[in-house]
C-alpha cells in the first residue's frame, strides 16, 4: 500500500515561487507514474504536471497554463515528487494533490482523475495579488 503526503504549501504574493513535495512510502517503487492535481473552490480538481517512468527513461507532461512557469520531477528511487512553481499568478491557487499509479506512459490522458488511484491529502496554495 503506497501513501502519499504532500508538503511545502503556503502563501505568496503574485510573482513569487514555492516548491511543493511529495513523499511516498510503501511499495513506492512501483508507482512508474505521478502527478499534481489542483482544485479551486468552485471549480474541477484539474491535472497541472505529471512525470512517468519507463525504465530510465522519464516522460514529463503539463498543463497550457503552467508550462514554462512550473517544473516537475522526482528521485531515481520514485519516492519523492516535486513542483517548482514560479511565477505565481492568483489564479493557481488551489489545494495541491499528488497522485500515483503503476502505468509507465501518460499519453494524452495524464491529467485524468481516474488514471491514478493513490492519493494524497493535499496542500493549500494561496497566491495574493
Known amino acids: 500500500q503506497v501513501q502519499l503526503v504532500e508538503s511545502g504549501g503556503g502563501s505568496v504574493q503574485a510573482g513569487g515561487s514555492l516548491m511543493l513535495s511529495c513523499a511516498a512510502s510503501?511499495?513506492?517503487?512501483?508507482?512508474?507514474?505521478m502527478g499534481w492535481f489542483r482544485q479551486a473552490p468552485g471549480k474541477e480538481r484539474e491535472g497541472v504536471a505529471a512525470i512517468y517512468r519507463d525504465g530510465y527513461v522519464y516522460y514529463k507532461y503539463y498543463a497550457d497554463s503552467v508550462k514554462g512557469r512550473f517544473t516537475i520531477s522526482r528521485d531515481n528511487a520514485g519516492t519523492t515528487m516535486t513542483l517548482q512553481m514560479n511565477n505565481l499568478k492568483p489564479e493557481d491557487t488551489a489545494v495541491y494533490y499528488c497522485a500515483a499509479n503503476n502505468e509507465k506512459l501518460g499519453g494524452l490522458s495524464w491529467g485524468r482523475m481516474d488514471r491514478y488511484y493513490t492519493w494524497g491529502q493535499g496542500t493549500q496554495v494561496t497566491v495574493s495579488s
Open positions: 510503501g511499495s513506492a517503487g512501483s508507482m512508474n507514474g
